[in-house]
T-cell receptor
Framework: DTGVSQDPRHKITKRGQNVTFRCDPI?????LYWYRQTLGQGPEFLTY????????KSRLLSDRFSAERPKGSFSTLEIQRTEQGDSAMYLC???????????FGEGSRLTVL | AQSVTQLGSHVSVSEGALVLLRCNYS??????LFWYVQYPNQGLQLLLK??????LVKGINGFEAEFKKSETSFHLTKPSAHMSDAAEYFC?????????????FGTGTRLQVTL
């Protein structure tokens, strides 16, 4: 069990650029979640997948954000035309549907200048 | 909709003292409740969880929490704090019905442990 891995761990970009984060969940986990965490706040739900199906999206996920999990394994979160307000830690988690216990990765920290 | 309130954004205790971190929840259905810990620049690690059954749950690193339905609380305790317990702690609630699988987190409590 190698845990949930995220890449890159840190990303600094200029406003208006696109960024993509990747998440590799624990191999047997069929559910995958994306959360966003800003300084001094708890993680906020963005979206989740069961296998390759995106089952729920938060209203926080504007149309500049898109998430995919094409083969039900790894997932990507893309942010287009980044804004300074997008600066945050983006956390990925995975779980087995029957237990619901989330295992988190170490996160991808985005800084938009 | 579910929500969580963590009272006290910062808690400071002396090493060896009791740790008490407060969490109150709001849920229209019987909740699943979780405590996670986060060390600087790291992801969240599960400390313990309550789903059904025994209301006193024990977790890792000597932590435990008690589910009190009448008080809608799920406070986290540890009898004796250690320097390594200094971290951010998050309480979370999850609905156990329907397709609502996401966790809703509180704003966190930063625990400081002093000598």
């Amino acid at each position: 069990d190698t845990g949930v891995s995220q890449d890159p761990r840190h990303k600094i970009t200029k406003r208006g650029q696109n960024v993509t984060f990747r998440c590799d969940p624990i191999s047997e986990h069929n559910r995958l979640y994306w959360y966003r965490q800003t300084l001094g706040q708890g993680p906020e739900f963005l979206t989740y997948f069961q296998n390759e199906a995106q089952l729920e999206k938060s209203r926080l996920l504007s149309d500049r954000f898109s998430a995919e999990r094409p083969k039900g394994s790894f997932s990507t979160l893309e942010i287009q035309r980044t804004e300074q307000g997008d600066s945050a830690m983006y956390l990925c988690a995975s779980s087995l549907a029957r237990t619901g216990e989330l295992f988190f990765g170490e996160g991808s920290r985005l800084t938009v200048l | 909709a579910q929500s969580v309130t963590q009272l006290g954004s910062h808690v400071s205790v002396s090493e060896g003292a009791l740790v008490l971190l407060r969490c109150n929840y709001s849920s229209s259905v019987p909740p699943y409740l979780f405590w996670y810990v986060q060390y600087p620049n790291q992801g969240l690690q599960l400390l313990l969880k309550y789903t059904t059954g025994a209301t006193l749950v024990k977790g890792i690193n000597g932590f435990e929490a008690e589910f009190k339905k009448s008080e809608t609380s799920f406070h986290l305790t540890k009898p004796s704090a250690h320097m390594s317990d200094a971290a951010e702690y998050f309480c979370a609630v999850r609905s156990n019905t329907g397709t609502a699988s996401k966790l809703t987190f509180g704003t966190g409590t930063r625990l400081q442990v002093t000598l």
